[in-house]
């Protein structure tokens, strides 16, 4: 296998997250940002951030409306809770991870086995966690309130409830990380209130 430099990866994926944080910003105007992930694949041998405020999130309840009703509660709250981290409508960066991509492909691509089952995949993942951590402590993604309001977290697309929690607790205040499991649970019980009545 292509020797992983793991000094050379926390480099670039520092300055890409630092990157891509700063887009997703803009994107947004600034305004209510409330989640900021890392997506990499199950395999961590690719990396990609992405992030949602309430105003998109609005813009995507929006437009389901008309596909969905309920005979227990308010059909746009309902749907709200359950998109909330869906992360499907989030904006996506990638770019920002082009050097970052490089260095985990060729690794990767080289002995995939020993990749996985050689420990570079956790490496990766841990990796990720402590850049985000890092960028915490400068206050990158806020101090005080501001902070407070956004949820940082690791995504694979298809992990449990356990796995995006067990992520968070590590990287969020516990505050933030309590409110994000309440809202993981109330977005699955909302979920079970709806129906689905057709695309519109």
Not at 74 to 93: F, G, M, P, Q
Not at 186 to 191: K, N, P, R, W, Y
Request: proline content about 1%; overall charge negative; hydrophobic content about 40%.
């Amino acid at each position: 296998m292509v020797k992983f430099d793991s000094c050379d990866f926390r480099q670039h994926l520092l300055a890409a997250c630092l990157k891509s944080f700063t887009e997703v910003q803009r994107l947004c105007n600034g305004e209510g940002l409330y989640g900021f992930s890392l997506m990499l694949d199950r395999f961590g041998s690719a990396i990609a951030a992405m992030g949602q405020s309430e105003a998109r999130l609005e813009e995507s309840v929006s437009k389901e409306l008309d596909c969905w009703t309920s005979t227990t509660a308010n059909v746009a709250d309902l749907v709200r809770k359950t998109k909330k981290w869906t992360c499907e409508d989030w904006l996506s960066i990638e770019q920002s991870f082009d050097a970052v991509n490089s260095l985990l492909n060729t690794s990767y691509v080289s002995d995939p086995h020993e990749y996985v089952g050689g420990g570079t995949s956790r490496l990766v993942f841990l990796s990720c966690l402590e850049v985000l951590a890092e960028l915490d402590v400068r206050e990158v993604f806020g101090k005080d309130r501001s902070r407070e309001s956004i949820v940082l977290n690791l995504n694979v697309g298809d992990q449990s409830d356990e796995e995006l929690l067990r992520w968070a607790v590590q990287i969020n205040p516990y505050d933030v990380y309590a409110r994000f499991s309440a809202e993981l649970q109330e977005s699955h019980l909302a979920f079970k209130e709806l129906t689905y009545i057709g695309s519109s």
